[in-house]
């Protein structure tokens, strides 16, 4: 049995925020105490008190003055992006023509990959990120080089292949059948080895065909434990863009609703421009909208309304 106690100023949450006032929501302590039992927390409280109910002799890591808070979550990020982040871009889709998918043909290589693996998860706990759902590139080896380097690092990490047949270069598309069947070998390797969660990833509509998006149907449908992520009403040309290559949905968000795409267990990124009739589609199915405010305010793409939702 391994004991320590961690000591410092503890934050901690014991429920959602209701607000900003909300001060039964977390708990503060200035000389506070984590304690740590086989690497499992059993204690968090004042440290004075959880070093009498441990005992004498436990090991003590004394970090005053500093904060020790639970680790952060970021909800929506791309691995193959860690060498292009803040490159140039006036509007969202000519910046992925320009920049993105140029970067994203590198993660062919393993080796590139499992680099940039590395430093993605490094850079994301020197923030104190210690839990991400992430895109990786169309190629399974990016998948392979991701939640290889989270198990290196213990970190619990969601994330998935893109799957993309069109409007990308020839290099960065699948196929609807080899994307399913790279998703589905993907999600054999990797869901639910050790802390890895494994998430279907259409890219968005506009890089996938009916006949791919009906592939991502079967896919959730097979697997419902699996986490769902895509893009969804980011940029306006964009909205024009996708709702003109599927003329018959009602809404962007009607596109992925029309292929069950919409579970609780989905994330769809930034959701800036939604009608009131489509945030009560997420409402009605429990898919969440991701809020990306350094992308939305980088690419001047708009400004999510969180009281709407
Ligand atoms: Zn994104």
């Known amino acids: 049995m391994s004991e320590l106690l961690i000591r410092g100023r503890v934050l901690t949450f014991i429920d959602e925020p209701k607000g900003i006032d909300d001060t039964a929501s977390y708990l503060t302590v200035d000389d506070g105490a984590v304690f740590v039992r086989d690497g499992k927390i059993v204690a968090v409280g004042d440290y004075a008190e959880i070093s009498k109910a441990a005992g004498p002799g436990v090991a003590v890591a004394d970090h005053r003055p500093h904060l020790i ?11 193959p992006q860690t060498q292009a982040i803040a490159s140039y871009g006036a509007q969202l889709l000519e910046w992925l023509n320009t920049y993105i998918f140029v970067e994203e043909q590198k993660f062919a290589e393993p080796e590139h990959a499992a ?3 590395g430093r ?3 850079e994301l706990l020197s923030n104190g990120t210690t839990t991400a759902v992430a895109y990786c590139s169309v190629h399974p080896q990016s998948v392979d080089a991701y939640f290889t380097a989270a198990e290196q690092r213990g970190m619990l990490m969601v994330g998935g292949k893109v799957m993309m047949d069109r409007n990308a270069p ?5 196929t609807p059948q080899k994307g399913y069947d790279e998703t589905k070998r993907l999600i054999g390797k990797w869901h639910g080895r050790g802390r890895a969660h494994y998430a279907i990833s259409p890219r968005f509509a506009i890089t996938s065909t009916p006949e791919q998006m009906e592939m991502a149907q079967a896919l959730v449908a097979e697997h419902r434990d699996c986490y769902v992520q895509t893009h969804l009403s980011e940029n306006k040309d964009e909205i024009a863009f996708a709702t003109s290559l599927y003329p018959d949905a009602k809404d962007y ?3 992925y609703a029309h292929y069950d795409l919409l579970t609780d267990k989905t994330l769809l990124g ?13 409402a009605e199915t429990g898919a969440v909208g991701v809020f990306c405010p350094t992308s939305n305010l980088f690419l001047g793409s708009g400004l999510f309304d969180r009281d709407r939702f």
């Open 69 to 79: 808070l639970p680790g952060l979550i970021d909800t929506h990020l791309h691995f």
């Open 115 to 117: 680099f940039i693996a």
């Open 120 to 122: 993605f998860m490094d």
């Open 170 to 174: 020839d290099a960065l598309r699948d």
């Open 253 to 255: 968000t009607d596109i």
């Open 270 to 282: 930034h959701c800036i421009y939604l009608s009131d009739r489509e945030i009560s589609v997420l």
